[in-house]
């Protein structure tokens, strides 16, 4: 019996059986790298955020599902196709460019109203409070980039911060924003996913920090006890200081042990203390 030919390439013309997962086209796995500037995916999380799209704007096209490749947990990945994207935004803004957000510097004023009555900091929007955290990081010496829409669901990445210039031990560090309304705790739910990114075996992280504007519950706070190597919560205790611009303080050493026993009868202290004051200058 005579074998029946592969449908051809929608590229090239050779045979193949592997299909577009979006377009439905026939299309060989050479051909896809080859015109990567044709068949390039984009995150939903990334099309909503840098093309200013709604979800809605996205119904009427394809989608691609594949697992989170950071958290296996997590709901599906959505890619779309990055052309698609582009046209979208040409025909709604009148043009395919990314929507780049540039940070706006929380100025002394606004910094010292907040630290008048914190609870203030509940009225703000989950994304103004992440432009909070990133211009502390900021002011604390690191670069920051926001990962993407702020509604996403649990164990996300929300910024992701390194530091500033040249620096003989780099790092690239998670920060997770959680914000609240009410006086609600961040739960050990929370907690425990987005250890799970950062342990996750494609994780790029070396180090993860929770940022609330309340507290942390006991569950919690256990869990990051007992997963310092990676873990680090900040409350609105820390948001406080931070508002002062008190980054460098012995609270921040909290996780870091008063000694190290290296080997029997060999323990090396560790000490702890103020390394730096905020400029009393500044008025707030």
Known sequence: MAKTAKPPCSECGKGTLRKHPILGTYLCANCQRQHQNKYRYITKTRALGEYRLKPSDLEGLGVHEVDNPYYKKAAPMQLYLLNQIEELSKKKWGSPEP????????SNKLLAWFLEDTERLKQLPPDKFQYLIADRLENMGLSVQLVGDVYRKDGGVDIIAYPNGNYAFPFLLAVQAKHHHSSRKTGAPDVRDF?????????????????TNTSFTADAQWFADNNQTLLRLRDMKDLSRWLKN???NESEW???????ELAPGVTIKIPKRQLWLPDKSVNL
Not at 99 to 106: C, D, G, K, M
Not at 198 to 211: D, E, K, N, W
């Open 195 to 211: 250890h799970g990114v950062l342990t996750s075996q494609a994780s790029p992280f070396h180090m993860g920090m929770i940022v």
């Open 246 to 248: 008190d980054f460098v």
């Open 99 to 106: 929507y780049t957000v540039e940070f706006v510097e929380f």
């Open 254 to 260: 909290r996780e870091i042990p008063e000694q190290v």
